[in-house]
């Protein structure tokens, strides 16, 4: 079950880059076993500076078809790390790839937030988009901790 974070904006090297990259292939090892993975990021970049409907068009292309749209978003459900595992596990029973979907400094256009049949808020504050990439990057791999019931996770 592939697993796409779709994201506006490059991240240049650096500590953010590292934790993602360290999270998601932690997750590709654990999750091999359980069916879950492989993980990677597509990132797309609005180089002409035309804004969020520009982004949501790059966005669109860059979401592989038929994959569950997740998007990240301050005014999303507030989800446990339990429930969010849960929650990837029966996308996984159902065969179904996931894509998760990161904004810019504007957030997500309207009309790709209508077509996710999920979105998550990290809060109700809002976070620089690479901080949001690397708490999803956690969470992902928390999950897949869960789903193979290892003592990562303790509420
Ligand atoms: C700087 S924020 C944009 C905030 C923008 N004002 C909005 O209305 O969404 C950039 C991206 O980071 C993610 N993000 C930031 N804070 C978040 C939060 N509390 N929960 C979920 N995602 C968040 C979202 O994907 C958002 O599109």
């Given at each position: 079950m592939k697993i796409t974070i779709c994201a506006v904006g490059r991240l240049r090297k650096g500590p953010e880059?590292?934790?993602i990259d360290d999270y998601l292939s932690r997750f590709e090892k654990t999750g091999r076993a359980y069916g879950l993975g492989p993980a990677s990021i597509v990132e797309v970049e609005d180089k002409k500076g035309l804004g969020q409907g520009a982004e949501a068009e790059l966005l669109a292309r860059a979401i592989p078809d038929s994959s569950v749209i997740v998007t990240l978003d301050?005014?999303?459900s507030l989800i446990s790390s339990p429930d969010f595992a849960r929650k990837i596990e029966g996308w996984r029973d159902?065969?179904?790839d996931i894509t998760f979907v990161i904004g810019g400094a504007d957030g997500i256009e309207p009309g790709l937030r209508d077509r996710a049949e999920?979105?998550?808020s990290l809060g109700k504050m809002v976070w620089p988009h690479m901080l949001?990439?690397?708490m999803l990057a956690e969470q992902i791999y928390r999950a897949g901790q869960i789903?193979?019931?290892t003592p990562y996770h303790r509420a």
């Open positions: 880059r590292e934790l301050e005014r999303g159902g065969a179904r999920f979105s998550i949001a990439r690397v789903i193979a019931g």
